[in-house]
């Protein structure tokens, strides 16, 4: 692509090259000849230092924000702010594949991944083709989309998906989107991606807030600064569905007048003040939901067999946002009923204990302690047994968590499991004194660092009426190690431990409890 074509839009100072640009490339080892180099500034590397290795391998021209060591004066572009040029330099290579798409981000703490598959059935079901970025996986209609080996990253050397991939990744997937005739994308934008501006090149038409709570606090430092991330998705966005009754969602309206808010509150309180909500809630145990969603535009039941309260609020903002990108009401309900859920998210393995002497076990992305207390909440209502928490944290994450993450588990459940959750290159014996300080002593508590013994372990002590929780890995079917992601299937260690459960032997993993509680 000729220069002037791929920095439309883009302030840049310095002379344009007359060659065409082959690529655009933001990690110097992967540069082949014809390269634009683009310099970030990450935690651990700055691409300013990487741009003679750049050059090196064939860059027909390097762009920073100041001039990089070893790259000649007439190869060296500078624009104030590389981040927010790298994606609009993206959104040029491929030919701004966004334009006559519906364009809708969904952000927040918990609930993400949940909230945008769901919208994107109801959207089909509406007759609409949509397309989806989300943290475990992305697709054009009913295509798959491959984000690289590296889940979305453009830099990072231990493959391991994100919630939104880098522009390298994200623009040529919303391309394969637009000539596959999609008719809207949704993505999930996370708070590293907002600060990080790596989708600044579109302005969503449509924005969608599930919820907010402390995570990422090593990145963002405060809840305020993580909140204002989030926030800055609203810029120039004409519509937004949000949770009501998240007293920082709340703060939304005031700072956003431009905005046309759809408030969404399950308070029957306030029936008059948002504009959904949810009346007569009904649980039903392990099969769902019930609810009636009303509001001035519509009113119908829902029904869905996600359990837990916290699908009340997935399926209103869902509802909510697909009516507001033009859904169909009868559709939409009765699309809800069909969603069983995303991969992950309450996920339950197998049959389960209903009449059939083994424990129920769910698996669940959470990794958060609001995110862990909201799910131990939902499965205790259903769930009068014994109920069992297996759980760990990453690696080269967010300390501060981890005694948070025990107080939780501690309280929501009858006994805990404390394992590996990717350590990355941290050491798991560092992670795990971290989790430790925060339990009390009220729970039964035991460490075993391989997770799938900790998971045949679990299962094995649970008793028939028992509910074991698998928390954290969700969808993901890696360990990511020091040796970088290794092949690990929660799922399939538990359906085995399920069928292997009552059969005489040794309990597996019992020495390394033992010797590992000792400790």
């Known amino acids: 692509m000729r220069a002037e074509q791929i920095f439309k839009g883009i302030p840049v100072s310095g002379r344009l090259p007359e060659g065409d640009f082959t690529s655009i490339r933001s990690d110097s080892r992967r540069v082949i000849p014809g390269s634009l180099f683009v310099c970030l500034k990450g935690a651990k590397r700055d691409g300013h230092d990487c741009g003679a290795e750049a050059m090196k391998n064939g860059a027909l021209a390097v762009l920073g924000e100041r001039p990089a060591e070893g790259v000649p004066d007439d190869r060296m572009l500078l624009t104030p702010d590389t981040r927010e040029a790298e994606s609009r330099l993206w959104n040029n290579f491929t030919g701004s594949p966004g334009e006559g798409m519906m364009k809708i981000a969904v952000t927040g703490t918990a609930g993400k991944t949940t909230v945008a598959l769901l919208l994107s059935e109801l959207l089909r079901a509406s007759g609409q083709k949509t397309g989806y970025v989300?943290?475990?996986?992305?697709?054009?209609?009913?295509?798959?989309?491959?984000?690289?080996?590296?889940?979305?990253?453009?830099?990072?050397?231990?493959?391991?998906?994100?919630?939104?991939?880098?522009?390298?990744?994200?623009?040529?997937a919303l391309r394969a989107m637009r000539e596959g005739g999609c008719a809207a994308v949704i993505w999930e934008a996370s708070s590293q991606s907002l600060a990080l501006k790596k989708t600044s090149a579109l302005t969503p038409d449509l924005a969608v807030f599930t919820n907010l709570s402390p995570e990422h606090m090593d990145f963002h430092g405060t809840m305020e600064n993580y909140f204002r991330a989030k926030a800055s998705l609203l810029r120039g966005v004409p519509r937004a569905v949000i949770w009501g009754d998240d007293p920082w969602l709340a703060r939304l309206p005031g700072m956003f007048p431009s905005v046309s808010f759809t408030v969404c509150s399950a308070e029957s309180g306030r029936a008059g003040h948002a504009d959904v909500t949810a009346l007569r809630i009904r649980s039903r145990g392990a099969d769902g939901m019930d609810y009636l969603w009303f509001s001035s535009r519509a009113v119908f039941r829902v029904r869905t067999p996600m359990p837990g309260r916290f699908s009340v609020i997935n399926t209103m903002l869902a509802c909510a946002a697909a009516l507001n990108a033009g859904g169909d009401p009868a559709s939409v309900r009765d699309a809800v009923s069909d969603f069983r859920g995303a991969p992950g998210r309450l996920y339950r393995v197998g049959a389960g204990g209903e009449g059939r002497g083994k424990p129920s076990v769910f698996i669940d992305y959470a990794h958060t302690p609001e995110a862990m207390e909201a799910v131990l909440r939902s499965v205790r209502s259903f769930s009068p047994g014994k109920l069992t928490a297996v759980f760990g944290c990453g690696g080269e994450r967010d300390r501060t968590k981890r005694p948070r993450m025990a107080e939780t588990a501690e309280n929501g459940a009858d006994a805990v499991i404390v394992t590996s959750d990717n350590p990355r290159g941290e050491d798991p014996d560092a992670i795990f004194r971290d989790i430790l300080r925060g339990f009390t002593g009220k729970t039964?508590?035991?460490?075993?660092?391989?997770?799938?013994?900790?998971?045949?372990?679990?299962?094995?002590?649970?008793?028939?009426?028992?509910?074991?929780?698998?928390?954290?890995?969700?969808?993901?079917?890696?360990?990511?190690?020091?040796?970088?992601r290794q092949p690990f299937d929660e799922e399939a260690v538990a359906r085995d431990a399920l069928a292997a459960y009552g059969s005489p032997g040794p309990v597996d993993g019992a020495e390394e409890r033992e010797s590992e509680s000792d400790g």
């Open 134 to 172: 989300t943290t475990v996986g992305a697709a054009a209609g009913s295509v798959p989309l491959s984000l690289g080996e590296n889940g979305g990253s453009s830099v990072s050397d231990i493959p391991g998906a994100m919630t939104t991939p880098d522009p390298e990744f994200f623009f040529p």
């Open 444 to 484: 039964p508590v035991t460490v075993i660092p391989s997770r799938a013994r900790a998971i045949r372990a679990a299962i094995s002590s649970s008793p028939p009426d028992g509910t074991v929780l698998l928390l954290g890995k969700g969808h993901e079917k890696y360990e990511i190690t020091s040796r970088g």
